[in-house]
């Protein structure tokens, strides 16, 4: 049975058009940006995704907001009385939720220009990979 693709997006929908169309092609399944942009306007798919997404009151009593989580990482970093490893992994998870690490590179192509953020080692570790695969030849 072949699914609607309506269904598709928004079992796939990842927060963004861009990402969404992009996981979807990673699994084979086709979607121009302009058909998922008319996806994004039907009440239906608004209503699907926002019932996949939202989480409810007792679901989110216990988790960490985005700024509890860095109050919390800045209080491990700054305690002298914690080991120096965990103060660096604070740290480091501190810097990589304010994106220090990130670099942008703008991508022209397609509708609209599209923006995606690559970390340094996420581009270190594809040329690692490139350069394995490419030696294996």
């Known amino acids: 049975m072949k699914l609607d693709k309506k269904f598709l997006f928004i079992k796939y929908y990842c927060g963004g058009i861009s990402v969404t169309v992009n996981a979807m092609a ?3 399944i086709t979607l121009s940006r302009s058909q ?3 996806y994004m306007k039907s009440p239906y798919v608004i209503d699907a995704i926002k019932d996949k997404t939202e989480l409810t009151v007792e679901q989110s009593a216990g988790i960490a907001t985005k700024a509890r989580r860095q109050i919390f990482w800045t209080d491990v970093m700054l305690n002298e009385k914690v080991k120096m490893n965990e ?8 810097g990589r939720c304010q994106m220090d690490f990130t670099e942008r590179v703008k991508v022209e192509g397609g509708d609209a220009p ?13 040329i690692n990979q ?6 294996k030849k």
């Open 130 to 135: 490139l350069k394995d695969d490419h030696g």
């Open 114 to 126: 599209v923006k995606h953020s690559v970390s340094s080692l996420e581009v270190a570790d594809r």
């Open 26 to 28: 990673a699994d084979g």
């Open 36 to 38: 998922a942009t008319r």
């Open 87 to 94: 103060r660096l992994k604070a740290s480091e998870l501190l």
